[in-house]
């Protein structure tokens, strides 16, 4: 089956840069799509296809996709993007996987 | 303004049965595939199912397939899941989530999640 390891917690000053990783194997040949979701509430696309943001998720919100390894980044970070961050893909034998998941704390 | 909303969660015992409904208003319901996708207490995402728009293509997790059916009722713009057989680790915060597109195998992301509706198994 396959399989997406993210780091367990990622944390990042006011106003820095985040970089969120998810790996799997030759992960830069599918589209990898990002959630966002805070305590209490239901997960938010924030990155769809790798790069591309839906409407109303800010500029700061960025993605990449290249070999093992697929970034989402967060520049300028606020205290309102802590949340827990999630990637998924789609593959042909294990249909949709969510990612282990990555705590963002902002300091 | 879309909108998903889950119910028919509770308690229930070990190896009996549960039917959960999404009710989606704001969107052509019979446009776009659906999915439930899963959370256990404190733990991550986990796809449970998802279903095309007209439900010629239905799939299934493999911690489900077998216990598990999903259907869709586009005149009452409506997802269900029936669970059957159901155990412990089938406790969990179930979502209804919108795909982007009509299949729901498309590989696309979902961009509507409803709140959620709770299941949990215990006796």
């Known amino acids: 089956s396959y399989e997406l390891t993210q780091p367990l917690s990622v944390s990042v000053a006011l106003g820095q840069t985040a970089r969120i990783t998810c790996g799997g194997n030759?992960?830069?040949?599918?589209?990898v799509h990002w959630y966002q979701q805070k305590p209490g509430q239901a997960p938010v696309l924030v990155i769809y296809?790798?790069?591309n943001r839906p409407s109303g998720i800010p500029e700061r919100f960025s993605g990449s996709n290249s070999g093992n390894t697929a970034t989402l980044t967060i520049s300028r970070a606020q205290a309102g993007d802590e949340a827990d961050y999630y990637c998924q893909v789609w593959d042909s034998s294990s249909l949709y996987v969510f990612g282990t998941g990555t705590k963002v704390t902002v300091l | 303004e879309v909108q998903l909303v889950e119910s028919g969660g509770g308690l229930v015992q070990p190896g009996r049965s549960l039917r959960l409904s999404c009710a989606a208003s704001g969107f052509t319901f019979d446009d776009y595939a659906m999915h439930w996708v899963r959370q256990a207490p404190g733990k991550g995402l986990e796809w449970v199912s998802g279903?095309?728009?007209?439900?010629?293509?239905?799939g299934y997790a493999d911690s489900v397939k077998g216990r598990f059916t999903i259907s869709r009722d586009n005149a009452k713009n409506s997802l269900y899941l029936q669970m059957n057989s159901l155990r412990a680790e089938d406790t969990a915060l179930y979502y209804c989530a919108k795909d982007i597109s009509s299949g729901y195998d498309s590989g696309g992301s979902f961009d509507y999640w409803g709140q959620g509706t709770l299941v949990t198994v215990s006796s």
């Open positions: 296809r790798d790069s």
């Open positions: 279903i095309s728009w007209n439900s010629g293509s239905i």
């Open positions: 030759n992960i830069g040949s599918k589209n």
